[in-house]
């Protein structure tokens, strides 16, 4: 009897090596099976760096007892003195319940452990057909297979072997097996196996070389009659092919008393279960040709003949390999793929989700289906791509540049670590599943499998998640590309594209200088780098993309340009690549007009904006002006800080211009698993794929440019003053935005039309106060007008009191006096749109307190006032209109256009806002709203202006994108005229549609504005 001293010393040190019943461990030890070795130290610390000691050892004296009598003292004296064999043998009995009761079953076979020469260490086809070959029966083949089993399970959980490799192992294993088990078949039945030729050929993990422990193993067959027999006994062929099939299947999948190998499943086949089991070559080509689905292709492309006739078996795979490097040229070949994942994922029992390892979100297939989805869309044009090994492939499309090398990287580790958990779930009980269990020894015993000693459970579960995070991620970026399905769209003869069929798709695409296009791909294009493959995928893509403009030549040179400028950044061309629609939407940025192209080439990194789902998202002003006033801080002068301030309004103009042009057309692609991306997106961004609301549009462009410019003002003033003041000026100083600037409705070539108020500090004196205030302006002027690149920044202070001839900055005071005797009509319509933009908030508040009483006059407007402002609009309309413009085109000044509406809209202000506060607003559009929510419009009349104000705002935009200088009417180039119209949303060739609808609704809005502003 052990003494408890000595009992609680052998616990504790079984409990050391990983025992969790040391009870049990100690009663093994000291059984007679392991007499004279149980406490050697060699023995103990063998079992302790197995996956389960309890179970390593458990097994050990089951197989010792099974040993014959003579045996059992020559396994233990090689155990104890050969390591090689020590740690094969303790580990697969450490892994795998199921191998320890064949051994125990088959005593002898311990013995298929114990070679462990060089030659061993990764066998072939060959060598185990060679383990096989004695048997002769069902039963045999059980046996001989498991023994085989053994060899590959000990070098995988030793570490001979990776997960790879070993899945390789067991596919040559499955290979050699159907061959065993066709011998068997054709023993059994000669007159069959004489009259037909039969190929077997692997499909999915099988024919891929990927194999699990346990798995289904897919199989087609083909079959022809023997070498020179007549065509009529095709019938007779198919039928014995059919049997001899057939028994090779239950041969595998039956169960009998050393239990099953795998299940050989043939639903793969041409109309699977309802599908003859056996076809011959040429009905596989017809089904193929005229019946298959894109799923059927996609299982194909791991094809591969592994038993009975390998003639016809190649000649097979050769003959429909074709097919399936066609398969992507299927009409919604990409979305029928996504469809079929999404489906899988949806037919997983809820309690399962969460545990199912291979079918799961962030499972094996993920990376599976990713994988195959990239190789058959490029794989038709490279035939480095066509391997069905899912590692090997995603190896190759990093190397051509299809997959970031970073995200193959990380697809190849999670891959692995999540296929090598598969295997040892599996290995534990050779039973085929893919659920990660949930009890914490089977955790505990998986965990060590994997080399996770420390807190196996929790660490198992950590590397599991992250792992399965990343392929999610991964899975979503790569899966649902919209550039991928874009791809799968083009012919195969573009998609490598030599210079005769590139010439004739440019033309056909409506390059009008082709020669000139082809240098422009030549030079991105050419050469072995992997910045030219990258650059060979995406150009056929961007190719139609810029076609679907009004001018692809220039898109064309523009991308040439920015790739020039950044080619050499590693995000550049993998942004363009992997990220959502970054690559339609420079596409589409490109090839719309000058300003947006001209913005991004004096600042190319800001093509980062372009695949951040967020990234063209306008900022507000305050996040602007934080920016700007921080860069301002930074410069050694004002110039310098002003250059720095207009940095940052390029780069945001460029986001502006980007968004709405990207809105105007619409970009494709749909969100990951179909859903929609958040609402907070701009409008029309990616997965949207119809256009924005113009109305939207106009909002976006007319807040975003307002902010934008008031954040610059806010950045030109604090420049000035710390240059010429220090901290602090004189006097208090505050800027009022006016006319479309403080109506939040500026374009892109719109002046800054403003007022300067000041108010002198307590002690200042007047004069040396008015003299830093107009100091002030004057300097913000100068640096405004620094000759630049970027669209101009013009300070327009017409509407200031006494117009050109009054001075350019007053104190508060000052303007009370002058509103209180002077103020003429005219100015209270234009105070209707001041508004505070930068400087002084408290002064700016102020004067907004003076002018409201102005602007909104208690009981409106006198009968004089309205027939003045009547009398000036007309004036207007007869002096300022441009000498020969076409009045029903003239976006601003023209019938129906912008001043038509904006005062009508003001005369409702000016008469009703002192008894209506929603007509209190500076903006045109909000300020129509309240109009005919207080019944002064009605709402059909109230739609038509806001149409036509709309499109008037937009004509204007687009003039400006599209020129890069402003212009308030169509241009008379074609070209540009027809990119004025892509821009709006009409097809090529549509531009007089254009003109039609533009007089079509400008002339309803003149009705109205007749009826109302005229009345």
């Not at 793969?268 to 019946?291: C, D, F, I, K, M």
């Not at 545990?355 to 044009?381: N, T, Y």
């Not at 893919?434 to 660490?459: F, I, K, Q």
């Not at 006016?738 to 500026?746: A, P, Q, T």
């Amino acid at each position: 009897m052990t003494a408890p001293g000595r009992r609680s010393s052998t616990f504790t040190r079984l409990l050391r090596h990983g025992f969790t019943d040391p009870s049990t461990a100690a009663r093994l030890l000291e059984s007679p099976e392991l007499a004279g070795v149980s406490t050697d130290p060699v023995l103990l610390d063998a079992l302790g760096a197995t996956a389960d000691p309890d179970l390593a050892l458990l097994s050990l004296v089951r197989l010792v007892e099974a040993q014959p009598e003579d045996d059992r003292r020559a396994l233990i004296d090689t155990l104890i003195a050969a390591k090689p064999l020590r740690d094969r043998l303790l580990g697969v009995l450490g892994a795998s319940e199921a191998l320890g009761d064949h051994l125990a079953r088959h005593p002898r076979d311990w013995h298929a452990l114990v070679r462990y020469e060089h030659a061993d260490l990764h066998p072939g086809i060959e060598e185990f057909e060679s383990g096989l070959a004695e048997a002769d029966d069902p039963v045999s083949l059980r046996v001989a297979y498991r023994r085989c089993l053994l060899s590959i399970a000990a070098r995988d959980v030793c570490g001979t072997t990776d997960v790879a490799q070993t899945a390789a192992e067991l596919a040559d294993l499955a290979t050699a097996t159907l061959r065993a088990a066709l011998a068997i078949a054709s023993a059994a039945a000669p007159e069959d196996a004489a009259a037909c030729r039969l190929a077997v050929i692997a499909m999915g993990k099988c024919g891929g070389h990927e194999l699990n422990y346990v798995s289904d193993v897919d199989v087609i067959f083909v079959a022809a009659p023997p070498e020179g027999a007549a065509s009529a006994d095709e019938t007779k062929s198919l039928q014995a092919a059919g049997r001899l099939a057939a028994h090779l299947m239950r041969i595998c999948s039956d169960t009998n008393i050393e239990g099953t190998i795998w299940p050989v499943d043939a639903n793969l086949r041409p109309e699977g279960r309802n599908g003859p089991l056996v076809r011959t070559l040429s009905s596989h080509l017809a089904y193929y040709q005229r019946w298959a689905k894109t799923w059927e292709f996609q299982a194909l492309l791991k094809a591969r003949p592994v038993a009975g006739d390998s003639e016809l078996g190649e000649e097979y795979v050769a003959t429909i390999a074709p097919l399936v490097w066609q398969a992507a040229e299927r009409e919604n070949f990409v979305p029928d793929v996504q469809r079929m994942r999404r489906r899988v994922v949806d037919n997983i029992p809820a309690a399962e989700l969460d545990r199912e390892l291979k079918l799961g979100p962030g499972g094996l297939r993920d990376v599976e289906f990713a994988v195959q989805m990239l190789q058959l869309v490029h794989g038709r044009s490279d035939p480095s791509l066509r391997s069905g090994s899912t590692l090997e492939a995603l190896q190759a499309l990093a190397a051509g540049g299809y997959v970031g090398r970073a995200d193959a990287t990380r697809l190849d580790e999670a891959y692995r670590f999540l296929r090598a958990m598969e295997h040892h779930i599996q290995l534990y009980r050779l039973r085929r599943t893919h659920l990660v269990p949930d009890d914490e020894a089977d955790l505990r015993r998986l965990g060590r499998s994997l080399g996770l000693r420390t807190d196996p459970v929790a660490s198992l579960n950590q590397a599991w998640r992250k792992h399965a995070a990343v392929v999610r991620r991964l899975h979503e970026k790569l899966f649902y590309r919209p550039l991928l399905d874009a791809v799968a769209q083009l012919a195969p003869g573009e998609i490598r594209l030599s210079p005769d069929a590139a010439r004739e798709r440019l033309v056909a695409l409506g390059y009008m200088d082709p020669a000139a296009a082809l240098r422009h791909l030549e030079a991105l294009a050419s050469g072995v780098s992997r910045k030219a493959a990258i650059q060979r995928t995406l150009l056929p893509v961007l190719l139609g993309w810029f076609a679907d403009s009004a001018d692809p030549d220039a898109g064309l040179l523009g991308f040439r340009k920015v790739s020039d400028a950044l080619g050499k950044t590693p995000w550049y061309l993998r942004l363009l690549r992997d990220e959502g629609a970054a690559a339609e939407n420079l596409a589409r940025v490109l090839s719309a007009g000058r300003l947006a192209p001209d913005l991004l080439l004096r600042a190319p990194e800001a093509v980062a904006l372009l695949g951040d789902p967020k990234g063209l998202l306008p900022r507000d002003r305050a996040h602007l002006e934080q920016e700007i006033l921080a860069a301002v801080g930074r410069a050694d002068d004002a110039e310098q800080a002003v250059a720095a301030a207009r940095g940052v309004r390029r780069r945001e103009l460029f986001r502006t211009a980007a968004a709405d042009l990207i809105g105007s057309y619409g970009t494709e692609g749909p969100a990951p698993d179909g859903e929609a991306h958040p609402a907070q997106e701009p409008p029309g961004h990616v997965g949207s794929e119809e256009p924005a609301d113009p109305g939207d549009l106009v909002d976006l462009v007319g807040g975003a440019v307002s902010d934008l410019t008031a954040a610059t003002l806010a950045g030109t003033l604090r420049a000035v003053v710390r240059a010429g003041w220090g901290d602090e000026l004189p006097t208090r100083f505050a800027i009022i935005g006016m006319g479309r600037f403080g109506g939040h409705e500026l374009g892109y070539g719109s002046d800054a039309d403003v007022l300067f108020v000041h108010e002198p500090r307590e002690g200042v004196d007047e004069q040396e106060a008015a003299k830093a205030a107009n100091a002030v302006v004057a300097e913000m002027s100068r640096l405004l007008q620094i000759p630049s690149g970027d669209p101009p920044l013009l300070i327009d202070t017409d509407l200031r009191p006494e117009g050109r001839n009054g001075p350019l900055v007053r104190t508060l005071k000052s303007y009370a006096a002058y509103y209180r005797r002077w103020a003429q009509v005219w100015e209270s319509h234009a105070l209707l749109r001041a508004e505070p933009v930068a400087g002084d908030a408290d002064l700016g508040r102020r004067f907004v307190d003076l002018i409201d009483p102005l602007r909104y006059p208690v009981e409106g407007l006198g009968d004089d006032a309205v027939r003045e402002i009547r009398r000036l609009k007309a004036r207007m309309e007869a002096e300022r209109l441009p000498r020969g413009a076409d009045p029903t085109l003239h976006a601003k000044l023209g019938r129906g256009g912008l001043s038509d509406v904006e005062w009508t809209v003001q005369l409702f202000q000016l008469q009703h806002a002192w008894a209506e506060p929603g007509l209190r607003t500076t903006r045109t559009r909000e300020a129509l709203a309240a109009a005919c929510a207080a019944r002064l419009i009605p709402g059909e009349e109230a739609e038509i202006l806001d149409e036509a104000w709309v499109l008037a705002t937009r004509v204007r935009n687009a003039v400006m994108l599209v020129r890069g200088r402003a212009g308030d009417t169509f241009p008379s180039h074609t070209r540009e005229l027809a990119a004025v119209g892509r821009y709006l949303g009409y097809e090529p060739g549509t531009v007089g549609e254009m003109i039609d609808d533009y007089r079509r609704v400008t002339r309803r809005a003149r009705a109205v504005v007749e009826d109302r502003f005229y009345e």
